[in-house]
């Protein structure tokens, strides 16, 4: 089943700008990377998406890319993108299966992902593979869409995810930092963006409510319309109630294997997807 149709993505890139499948813009990438040099890098972008993101990294960071997603839409449209930017030569898109990374060990400096990892069901196989790919001394910086530690007893939260056409498997930021200790990642970090979403999300409806609604319909019938807004509504009530917490995360491989106290080996990774959550 595809679940980014491309009136969606159109939706989508009305909302958050070309390329984009979730909030925030070059802004956030650059929040996400903020410290890291990647001048020259060799970055893995897992669930690319329409490729946004990787264009921001290549063009205004310097990277090398290659950038991975499982629906074939999303890879045709990253490319073109990437082309009209001007930064073909740098990210390389490929369509790949669910399951273990496709990469030899320690092939990357940097792993990247811009909130995809809420559709992987097993999160300590994901991050098992993110840190056997990784470089020894290799960065993963992410953000992802995480829940609060109360959401299953939230209804506000949990009436937005019965609205939703999207399959989401969210950890709270606890389980994500005790997974990755627990597969080995070193200095461990997370970044609450919930605030800052909440007032974003707010803003949000207001214009599809008002200045966007006709670029909308442009792309859109008047039931999938209102469909949309109701669960753009019910997103801004989880983020406010702390349900819905979208999150920014970073970790470290250590820099040699001596440091390094488990065995990185193969997983069975769930049906990477995407990196939205309406």
């Known amino acids: 089943m595809v679940q980014y149709p491309d009136d969606f993505i159109d939706r989508l890139h009305i909302l958050w700008g070309t390329g984009f499948l979730s909030p925030g813009g070059p802004e956030e990438v650059d929040r996400i990377v903020r410290g890291i040099d990647l001048k020259g890098a060799f970055v893995l972008d897992i669930g690319c998406g329409a490729g946004g993101p990787a264009i921001v990294l290549a063009r205004n960071k310097g990277a090398r890319l290659v950038c991975i997603d499982v629906e074939p ?3 045709e449209r990253a490319r073109r993108l990437a082309h009209e930017a001007g930064v073909e ?4 898109f490929r369509l790949v299966e669910p399951g273990p990374l496709p990469f030899e060990a320690g092939t990357f400096d940097i792993v990247f992902t811009k909130d995809s990892f809420i559709h992987i069901q097993d999160k300590k196989a994901l991050y098992l593979e993110i840190l056997r790919v990784l470089k020894l001394g290799g960065v993963f910086a992410g953000s992802d869409w995480l829940s609060g530690e109360n959401s299953a007893q939230d209804p506000v939260f949990q009436e937005f995810i019965h609205l939703g056409h999207l399959n ?3 950890a709270t930021a606890a389980e ?4 990755m200790r627990e597969v080995g990642f070193e200095g461990v970090e997370t970044i609450d963006r919930n605030a800052w979403y909440a007032e974003v999300s707010a ?3 207001a214009e599809i409510e008002g200045p966007l609604r006709e670029q909308i319909f442009e ?3 008047l039931e999938t319309y209102k469909s949309w807004l109701t669960v753009r509504r019910q997103l801004v009530a989880a983020t406010r109630s702390g349900g819905l917490r979208p999150t920014h995360l970073r970790g470290n491989r250590a820099l040699s294997e001596s440091q390094s106290n488990v065995f990185i080996g193969a997983s069975r990774l769930v049906g990477h997807k995407r990196d939205c959550v309406s």
């Open 73 to 75: 839409q999303l890879i």
């Open 89 to 92: 030569d740098r990210i390389d």
């Open 219 to 221: 792309v859109s019938n």
């Open 203 to 205: 803003r949000e409806v």
């Open 176 to 179: 994500t930092v005790r997974i």
């Open 168 to 170: 989401f498997t969210m």
